[in-house]
């Protein structure tokens, strides 16, 4: 089986994908813990990632895909894996990574700072290099820098891979997975001040489990306006099963800006457009907000909204699946890594127990079809 592990670090981004043949992806990475506040419930992602490899006897992730470069989403990677384009970042404890996925944003923004930098460097020497990246959308930018840089773009079209194209490094055949791109778009890119939430990757993963394929929505930092870009493309070329999901890793945060314009007084009405996506879930379906505990007011007005979350809390309902925050699992007093497991009969989630373990939560029953 294959299995999803989200972690709990606040409004933070960090999901470890481990497929049934051993080899193992990571979307995003965030180490916002501070380990000197003794209060602070967030995990060392660091120890955690670290530790599960070194049980898997590996030094190294497959695949890393940073959605975007925003610090929510890559904090304290420079810390943890070794760069090949400087040796300062290369010590031999650094976990390496066998191909880095980045969206086209993270080459040719010219606003990154600090941790934003120094992914963008890498990027940038595994481009030029030709080897050990895949960049995700293909502007007129993208060219340009290629030719800034003396590299005909043609020598560097086997490395990009487009919105409605699939990611080459993984194949139903040999890895019972593959992750169809939905965004970036490269239109979003052109002629203006790049938005790095609306440039960031979203991707849809189908994992083969021998029976009824399974799916895992990836919705990185995507608003509402891209989703509702996103779900009319898909239908207008009749592929609505790109869109269908067992697991949901929601957007920003739980934030009211990945549904709607509008916050709602009570609840979220989304676009119609993202309505229609979410009754796509399968039955028992499961909906992962990577966020802080759900707040019962709006004193804040940064995410989560407890608007939002009475939304995806019926989305879920309505397939008899769950709605699960990451800081809150399974309590807001002591949150754990949240694991999901992948196979044939649908998406389980398991549960800690009170020895700090995992036990399996009652299977959901197959599905016909």
């Known amino acids: 089986m294959h299995k999803l592990t989200f972690f709990p670090l606040g409004n933070a981004d960090c999901c470890r994908i481990d497929l049934e043949n051993g080899k193992n992806i990571l979307f ?38 940073f959605t975007h470069a925003d610090d929510d989403h890559i904090h304290g990677f420079s810390d943890f894996f070794f760069l090949e384009h400087a040796e300062m970042y290369q010590d031999k404890s650094r976990i390496k990574i066998g191909v880095l996925w ?52 043609a020598d560097r079209k086997n490395l990009l891979t487009d919105a409605g194209q699939v990611a080459p490094e993984f194949s139903m ?35 083969g489990t021998g029976g009824k394929d399974r799916r895992l929505i990836l919705g990185s930092d995507c608003e509402n306006e891209a ?21 949901f890793n929601i957007a920003h945060h739980c934030s009211y800006t990945a549904l709607s314009a509008e916050k709602g007084k ?12 979410f009754a796509k879930g ?17 004193k804040d007005d940064l995410p989560p909204h407890r608007q939002a979350a009475k939304f995806y809390a ?20 002591r949150p754990e890594p949240l694991e999901i497991e992948i196979d044939d009969p649908g998406a389980t989630l398991k549960k800690a127990t009170a020895g700090g373990g995992i036990s399996i939560v009652s ?6 079809g």
């Open 266 to 277: 009570d609840e979220t009405d989304p676009d119609a457009e993202i309505k229609w996506m």
């Open 28 to 65: 995003d990475y965030a180490n916002c813990r501070d380990p000197k506040d003794e209060s602070d419930l967030r995990i060392p992602l660091d120890a955690a990632l670290r530790g599960d490899l070194e049980a898997a006897k590996r030094s190294h992730f497959d695949v890393v895909a």
């Open 314 to 333: 019926k989305a879920a309902a309505a397939v008899s699946g769950e709605f699960k925050v990451t800081m809150e699992h399974p309590s807001r007093s």
């Open 227 to 247: 989703w509702v870009d996103i779900v009319k493309i898909t239908r207008y070329h009749r592929r609505d099963e790109r869109l269908a999901w067992d697991v």
């Open 102 to 153: 980045v969206p086209a944003a993270v080459i040719i923004d010219k606003g990154l700072k600090d941790e934003g930098k120094v992914l963008q460097a890498e990027a940038r020497h595994r481009f030029k290099n030709g080897k050990g990246i895949r960049v995700f959308s293909r502007p007129d930018r993208l060219k340009d820098w290629l030719e800034s840089e003396g590299i005909n773009p």
């Open 173 to 207: 055949s040999s890895d019972k997975v593959e992750f169809f791109v939905h965004s970036p778009f490269a239109v979003r890119q052109e002629d203006k001040l790049i938005d790095r939430n609306e440039a960031a990757l979203v991707m849809q993963a189908t994992f």
């Open 282 to 298: 399968g039955a028992r379906g499961i909906l992962v907000a990577n966020c802080k505990p759900i707040p019962t007011d709006d």
């Open 363 to 368: 299977r959901p029953a197959a599905r016909a």
